[in-house]
Antibody, heavy 119, light 110 residues
Framework: VQLVQSGGGVVQPGRSLRLSCAAS????????MHWVRQAPGKGLEWVAV????????YYADSVKGRFTISKDNSKTTLYLQMNSLRVEDTAVYYC?????????????WGLGTLVTVSS | QSVLTQPPSASGTPGQRVTISCSGS????????VNWYQQLPGTTPKLLIY???QRPSGVPDRFSGSKSATSASLAISGLQSEDEADYYC???????????FGTGTKVTVL
């Protein structure tokens, strides 16, 4: 299982950023996928999950209405579109695979990509 | 502020047994399975226990998980210096319609 992330960086408050996660080594269309973040020096915070088929999507309250998770099974790629970014969104963002459809929690993690929201 | 509460720290000497608790509610631990993760300093989290008490391939049997009602526990027996890390519990929460992580416990090997 490989999860290769890209798209992080420094962005001003209120702006947008899109994270990508290219998956390989497993049947991408059969697994749910997550985004999890970790602010500097803080604990893990679950951000969003998309079911294996893409029809069930759930978000943490802290990002609901601002972030959009999506997956392209043909490209075996997971995305996180982040709009109206806030300083408190600064964190390392991890792409992660679910143990199964989306219910069961994360088993494999990407290496993470740092998003810094600062003016 | 997480809905899964863990003690901020735990410690033990090499060879000792250390237990970490994770307290939740009926909407998460009480009705869903619990996973545990280990995050070594400066590294990506790693799945340690899934489905309350199952170890992925490669995880030493020194690590064990259990669940009772709305609480779960991770036990590390025969504590080793390389076990010094942050540990997180996690579960799906029906009320929040999302996954939640515990507050995290830093384990120190004295």
């Amino acid at each position: 299982v490989q999860l290769v992330q890209s798209g992080g960086g420094v962005v001003q408050p209120g702006r947008s950023l899109r994270l990508s996660c290219a998956a390989s080594g497993f049947t991408f269309s059969s697994y749910g996928m997550h985004w999890v973040r970790q602010a500097p020096g803080k604990g893990l915070e679950w951000v969003a999950v998309i079911w294996y088929h893409g029809s069930n999507i759930y978000y943490a309250d802290s990002v609901k209405g601002r972030f959009t998770i999506s997956k392209d099974n043909s490209k075996t790629t997971l995305y996180l579109q982040m709009n109206s970014l806030r300083v408190e969104d600064t964190a390392v963002y991890y792409c992660a695979r679910d143990l199964s459809s989306g219910w069961y929690g994360v088993d494999y993690w990407g290496l993470g990509t740092l998003v810094t929201v600062s003016s | 502020q997480s809905v899964l509460t863990q003690p901020p720290s735990a410690s033990g000497t090499p060879g000792q047994r250390v237990t970490i608790s994770c307290s939740g509610s009926i909407s998460n631990i009480g009705s869903k399975t619990v996973n545990w993760y280990q995050q070594l300093p400066g590294t990506t989290p790693k799945l340690l226990i899934y489905g309350n008490n199952q170890r992925p391939s490669g995880v030493p049997d020194r690590f064990s998980g259990s669940k009772s009602a709305t609480s779960a526990s991770l036990a590390i027996s025969g504590l080793q210096s390389e076990d010094e890390a942050d540990y997180y519990c996690a579960a799906w929460d029906d009320r929040l319609s999302g996954h939640v992580f515990g507050t995290g416990t830093k384990v120190t090997v004295l």
